[in-house]
């Protein structure tokens, strides 16, 4: 196999000037700042470059801020007619291309197989849009009755300067049962989608979280924060959950309803998945409603398992904790099992992951759980508190990008604040080691020697290829194929090349599974003819 | 139901557009540009934009997509994206080397009103275009026309190249308009066999149907080069094959250039084929070669032997007005019977030829510009069909109605063999055919009692 023949072996600082080579001076010096070669340093996390502008002409792997807004958070809910006010591409490429499974049952509301727009045209980005707003929200009304109508706004939006904020809460007091409510989240806005997250996160706390008081049946209540259900992994968690006898209250945001969003602040402990998309969310829940939280993670057999007893430690119950114990000791012989039938196969090979703003993270679990080794990794919108861990977040500088995405102040509720725990409850779980609103970030996780390279680009993804030749390259879609051109398998780990679920243990089995089959795939052997192999035999050859 | 929300009673819209059969400029230029050899295209605005169409496009076709953005920030957006489009240029030909960059605008560039042309010229004048490299572009504000309009627009600025030296090098400039990598191909062989010397443009076979060889090129061996663009001022003239995506090009070509045209239908199917190579015949003054005869009545053949199952069979139709106009057409010929037909392409024009095709039918076709999926799905279930015909996005119609679905148009995002087994010309007839029959034929199977069930069909 053409992956398994290893070059000689460059440094990282090699493979680090070799990628700046090329560019012009200015582009060079402000790459060098987010290409980190790891030191492993035992007291102190060494800084990157992260969340900056990306550089115009330069390939890179971000999307937008709407993006980030329609297509990531408020895409997997599925009661909420999400409407996108701007030309019509915008709306059309949101539309299912994210691959969040939903079960709304034989009846239950689901929008998320439509795509709705006003259709901006000519006139209405010169003569301004919101008259056709407002028409294009109430033909959602009249046709759907939808609990909820979310607007989008598109990038013409803001330079015309529609108020589509007044127009949603005009056409909000207008029907009455129904709440409509908008996003600033033109696609120029902030470097890449994780302003949107912020922008979509932040309308959500204001206009849904909280209004349903109803107290939910169940025990142990929590809010998965930052869970987005591609694939089914929403699913696997919450059947792990269950059967631990957790109830989870609320998704953010995915498989979610209105009605999640509206019951969050009844949950008792918030626990974070993705920290890039929300771990301000977890904030406001415990500023405004007490709800505590904790960084999880569900990716990788290990980390389940760790998650759900650190839940248990949370609420402290011996009945819960022996249940978790109990699903664990069920759950843990299929993945080993798995494990090892694969592990021979896949151990000492490598990977790069370069995806998302906690996905590069969360994924070294399941291979080092397979025996690989994470050579290369960085995020496409991460910020540098998820290399660095939240210490750095007081020192974090507010520049001309993030400035402009709204940072909303809470205060406790009046009615609902109530802390989940006494004073004296959190401080001794605290002295037992119990880690609240903990983040340490990725680069500690990283190898000595490693490279951490913050919003890689096309030309870069090549160079690194090239040069350590990983056994397994993931990022998306369109780093794909042209990663694969070179002969190394590129696993999708946004859309998970429409496999899944990967969370959970039975999601850890179906990836150890879907790593053998890429690394271990005949057709990277077939990728010479005979002729090309040998091709100096075609003149020696004679026919007999 | 996947689509439960969409009720049989038809309310009139005026605003809200339900699951568009459409999308924005952009992504036609994006895609018309990867046509020229050597060319990045780029996105002038949000990086979004670029993300999206680089995603779409690569979805479809399963190869790389390469192109680069301006990534407009707030300050670009109020102050005007020139320093971006500046840098990107710089940046552009240092790092990836190519022949030309293809700039298309956006709604963002758009709305802010950007020079293409004069910060071009400013890139020239400053340094930042390498000798003997060029810069194209189009504007393509995608709050106008569709996908389709950016193709086309895209096109056009491709003529702009084109220079008239006064001397006729005797070739035929064919613009394809929207077709797949192996319609282009197949457009090309057919030239090929009547010997008529042709420029295609833009031709992305070569470039979106790739070979995995264990090395990748940014710019494949693919693509019409600048320097025939340059010389398809000379041609002795230019079929342009669709009215909407081609015509402008070759109205352009003639105006600038004085290369006479003339705008045919796609050739999809039998007659638009007839069409096409008798016109490409006329124009080069040649003959047409016994073997694309040979073809042609292969097609007439498998229509006669399978015409039973075509038979007042009712058909819904969604995609680009080119490729509906020679589908219906094709229908038509084999009488099936097209009964609801959308376009997200706006155009009068379309329903009135629409209606010209289909008027000797006992009953009056669905048709409209500038419609959605939405109403298409109503139009189907008041009046039930026998197949539909579309992109992807007709998978959820398809389950929800138990519909047989044929797979034809852009974006085919779940399955594969566009990029390389054509469907215009003769032999894309027959591939054609031979999946609308076994579409149909299945369903027979699966419908048919046991009683009736037959091994010879």
Known sequence: MATQSKPAQWTPAEVKEEML??????????????????EALSNTTPEIQANVRTIPGIITMRGCTYAGCKGVIMGPTRDIVNLVHGPIGCSFYAWLTRRNQTDAGETGENYMTYAFSTDMQDSDVIFGGEKKLKAAIQEAYDLFHPKGIAVFATCPVGLIGDDIHAVAKEMKDKFGDCNVFAFSCEGYK?????????????????????????????????????EYNIGGDGFEIDRILKLCGITNIATFSGNSTYDQFASAHTADLSCVMCHRSINYVADMLETKYGIPWIKVNFIGAEATAKSLRKIGQYF??????????????????????????????????????????????????????????????????????????????????????????EEIEVEADPERFAPRKSEEEMK????????????????????????????????????????????????????????????????????????????????????????????????????????????????????? | MLLRHTPKEIKERSALVVNPAKTCQPIGAMYAALGVHGCLPHSHGSQGCCAYHRSALTKHYKEPISAATSSFTEGASVFGGQANLLQAIENIFTVYEPEVIAVHTTCL????????????????????????????????????????????????????????????????????????????????????????????????????????????????????????????????????????????????????????????????GLKATDRFVDA???????????????????????????????????????????????????????????????????????????????????????????????????????????????????????????????????????????????????????????????????????????????LTL
């Open chain 1, 21 to 38: 080579k090329k560019y012009p001076p200015k582009v060079a010096r402000k790459r060098a700042s987010s290409i980190l070669i790891n």
């Open chain 1, 190 to 226: 902030g470097v890449s989608q994780s302003a949107g997250h912020h922008i979509a996160n932040n309308q959500v706390f204001k206009h849904l979280v909280g209004q349903n008081d109803e107290k939910k049946p169940g025990e142990y209540k929590i809010n998965l924060l930052g």
């Open chain 1, 316 to 405: 402290g119950d011996k009945t819960l904790i022996d249940r978790i114990e109990a699903v664990i000791a069920a759950e843990m012989p299929a993945v080993k099992a798995a494990l090892e039938d694969i592990k021979p196969r896949t151990e000492g090979k490598t990977a790069m992951l370069f995806v998302g703003g906690s996905r590069a993270h969360h994924y070294m679990e399941l291979f080092n759980e397979l025996g690989m080794k994470t050579v290369s990794t960085g995020y496409e919108f991460g910020h540098r508190d998820d290399y660095e861990g939240r210490e750095v977040i007081p020192g974090l500088k507010v520049d001309a990008d993030s400035r402009n995405i």
């Open chain 1, 428 to 544: 001794a779980l605290t002295d037992s080691g119990f880690e609240f609103k903990d983040y340490k970030g990725l680069i500690p996780d990283m190898d000595k020697g490693t490279l951490v390279i913050d919003d890689l680009n096309q030309y870069e993804a090549e160079k690194l290829v090239e040069m350590i030749k990983p056994d397994i390259f993931c990022a998306g879609i369109k780093e794909k194929y042209s990663i694969q051109k070179l002969g190394i398998p590129l696993k999708q780990l946004h859309s998970y090349d429409y496999g899944g679920p990967y969370a959970g243990f039975q999601g850890a089995v179906n990836f150890y599974k879907e790593i053998d089959r890429l690394v271990n795939s005949k057709v990277w052997g077939f990728m010479k003819a005979p002729w090309q192999e040998n091709p100096e035999l075609s003149a020696t050859y004679v026919w007999e």
């Open chain 2, 109 to 268: 560039s758009e709305t802010i009103g950007d020079d293409i042309k004069q910060i071009r010229d400013k890139a020239e004048k400053s340094g930042l275009v390498p000798k003997g490299k060029h810069i194209i572009y189009c504007n393509t504000p995608s709050y106008i026309g569709s996908h389709v309009t950016g193709f086309s627009n895209m096109v056009k600025g491709m003529t702009e190249v084109a220079e008239n030296t006064g001397k006729k090098n005797g070739k035929v400039n064919v613009i394809p308009g929207w077709v797949e990598p192996a319609d282009m191909e197949e457009l090309k062989r057919l030239a090929a066999l009547m010997a008529v010397p042709i420029t295609l443009f833009p031709d992305t076979s070569g470039v979106l149907n790739g070979p995995l060889s264990g090395e990748y090129h940014m710019f494949p061996e693919g693509g019409v080069t600048m320097k025939e663009l340059k010389e398809a001022g000379d041609a002795v003239g230019t079929l342009a094959l669709g009215e909407w995506c081609s015509a402008d090009a070759a109205r352009s070509l003639d105006t600038r250039c004085k290369v006479p045209c003339k705008v045919l239908d796609m050739p999809f």
């Open chain 2, 280 to 454: 490409l015949r006329i124009i080069a003054g040649t003959s047409v070669p016994e073997e694309i005869t040979r073809e042609r009545g292969q097609l007439v053949d498998m229509i006669s032997d399978s015409h039973q199952y075509y038979y007042q069979k009712k058909v819904a139709l969604f995609g680009d007005p080119d490729q509906l106009i020679a589908m219906t057409e094709f229908l038509v010929s084999i009488d099936m019977w097209p009964t609801h037909m959308v376009t997200g392409t706006p155009g009068s024009k379309f329903e009135k030829r629409i209606k010209e095709l289909t008027a000797h039918l006992p009953y009056e076709v669905n048709v409209k510009a500038g419609g959605d999926m939405f109403l298409l799905h109503q139009w189907i279930k008041n009046e039930p069909v026998d197949l539909l015909i579309g992109n992807t996005y007709g998978k959820y119609i398809s389950r929800d109605e138990d519909l047989p679905f044929l797979r034809w148009g852009f974006p085919i995002l779940d399955r594969v063999g566009h990029q390389y087994f054509p469907t215009v010309g003769y032999k894309g007839g027959l591939r054609l055919l031979e999946k609308i029959l076994g579409l149909l034929l299945d369903r027979k199977d699966r419908d048919d009692s046991e009683t009736q069930f037959e």
